[in-house]
């Protein structure tokens, strides 16, 4: 097969392009350009797609004898990932910029391309499990690593762009991977994963969001009584689930500690209350996108996930018209509107993704 190789400047993508190649496809690295100031997004560990990252990505595919581009995607990942970060954040939401990323990025403007090319498929570093059907469907599954697991993030990943797409680095945990980047003589075998979100370096999404959307005053409320505690600059400095920086001066009554249970962002006001308020038993979501292709019929159980790390819960799912329905069988805390919900179907092979939408409501 043709594959195309996006290639970050990191240990993972060199390494899944090293064993595209192994695998005796004919291979082309790419190397994403993604911010139109690419000098600055590069800080130690923090953020990525830098001109460091890009002359890292072209000695690795030296290393492995590749053709090797860099491919400017900087206006498109700014409207798709970067605007649609901050609007989710003015409407008091919560995003997956990692997530986005994927669905429009990396499996929609990248594989269009690559497929308009003559490419059969795109080769990331991702830590997933890919397994082929009989008929050249994919079927996603959790990787090998459970702490580098991301298929929560590539969930929303249709079987279009399943049919296309290569994770060659599912069924090996990240030392291995770092041990054989060195064995193949690839200098990033150590370089530190990058964290955060990309296109905040610094490492302050609060600052971030101030600079884009500027002062929106607002009240921070107890949720059971009213009372103003606190004025902010804007809801766009707060999540569901958030302990700090509240700017609350006084304790709770019962002197616990006060989180954000939920943010309305017409009138700029951000309620705080107890931890035990934020558990959520039922989850709203639209949007779905189906790993098969369509939704399992009728009720069904599965394993829900909120978060890309950890937020898992025993489920039972009901797809609609309008969207989807998760009763969880225990409470999860911390389920925010525009999160997503990933939904698994257990599996002694690695669990089986089935969907994924993106939360509107929890309760």
């Known amino acids: 097969m043709r594959v195309l190789a996006a290639m970050s400047g990191g240990v993972d993508s060199a390494v899944a392009a090293a064993r595209a190649v192994d695998a005796g496809h004919?291979?082309?690295?790419?190397?994403?350009?993604?911010?139109?100031?690419?000098?600055?997004?590069?800080?130690?560990?923090?953020?990525?797609?830098?001109?460091?990252?890009?002359?890292?990505?072209r000695r690795a595919a030296d290393v492995l004898d590749i053709p090797f581009y860099v491919w400017d995607f900087a206006a498109r990942f700014t409207e798709d990932v970067v605007d649609d970060f901050v609007s989710s954040y003015a409407a008091g939401q919560t995003p997956n910029p990692c997530l986005r990323c994927n669905e429009k990025i990396k499996f929609a403007a990248l594989l269009?391309?690559?497929?308009?090319?003559?490419?059969?498929?795109v080769c990331t570093g991702h830590y997933a499990q890919l397994t082929r059907n009989d008929?050249?469907?994919?079927?996603?599954?959790?990787?090998?690593?459970?702490?580098?697991?991301?298929?929560?993030?590539?969930?929303?990943?249709?079987p279009h762009q399943l049919a296309h797409a290569m994770f060659p680095l599912g069924d090996t945990p990240k030392s291995q991977v770092r041990a054989e980047a060195a064995r193949r003589g690839l200098r990033v075998a150590d370089k530190p994963d990058s964290h955060d979100?990309?296109?905040?370096?610094?490492?302050?999404?609060?600052?971030?969001?101030?600079?884009?959307?500027?002062?929106?005053?607002g009240a921070v409320v107890d949720d059971s009584t009213g009372e103003e505690l606190a004025r902010h600059d804007g809801v766009h400095g707060f999540t569901v689930g958030q302990r700090k920086g509240l700017g609350v001066a006084a304790p709770a009554a019962d002197g616990r500690p006060r989180y954000v249970l939920g943010i309305e962002p017409v009138s700029g006001t951000v309620r705080v209350g107890p931890a035990a308020a934020l558990d959520v038993r039922t989850i709203e979501a639209a949007r779905p996108v189906w790993g098969g292709g369509r939704a399992p019929g009728g009720r069904f159980r599965c394993v829900a996930q909120v978060r890309a790390h950890g937020g898992l819960a025993d489920a039972t799912a009901e797809p609609s018209a309008e969207g989807l329905r998760v009763e969880l069988h225990e409470p999860l805390r911390g389920v925010a509107p525009g999160q997503a919900v990933a939904l698994y179907r257990p599996d002694a092979r690695g669990d089986v993704v089935l969907g994924s939408a993106t939360i509107t409501a929890a309760r």
Do not use: M, N, W
């Open 26 to 57: 004919d291979v082309v690295g790419v190397h994403l350009a993604l911010s139109e100031t690419p000098a600055a997004l590069r800080g130690g560990s923090r953020g990525c797609c830098s001109k460091e990252d890009a002359g890292d990505a």
């Open 197 to 217: 979100i990309c296109f905040i370096p610094s490492g302050d999404t609060r600052a971030f969001l101030t600079s884009k959307l500027g002062t929106r005053p």
């Open 112 to 121: 269009d391309r690559a497929l308009g090319l003559g490419f059969d498929a």
């Open 135 to 158: 008929d050249g469907a994919g079927e996603l599954r959790r990787a090998v690593d459970g702490d580098k697991d991301q298929s929560y993030v590539l969930a929303v990943l249709t």
